[in-house]
């Protein structure tokens, strides 16, 4: 749990008027493997969200959830939602 200091007790009127900027130090990269795969895609195409799904890909991907579901029942139980 994050204990505060009393002794560092700072308000926002300090900050604006102590003449120093406020600066954050830079994120440290995280052995992650969802996060390596982001900084690793930030050189491709942005994601672009659009107002109508493609629903031949939702179909697909969906098929290929339900055929898995098929073959390994016991992947995964419904039951415990």
Known sequence: MLKLNRS???SISFLAHSGRKLAFSPVRSEHDELIQAIEAS???ACWQ???TPDV???DEFW???TEDLRKDP???SFADD
Do not use: D, I, P
């Open 74 to 76: 016991s992947w995964f």
């Open 63 to 65: 098929t290929g959830v």
């Open 42 to 44: 930030r050189g491709e």
């Open 49 to 51: 969200l659009t107002s």
């Open 8 to 10: 560092h007790n700072f």
């Open 56 to 58: 031949r890909q939702l």
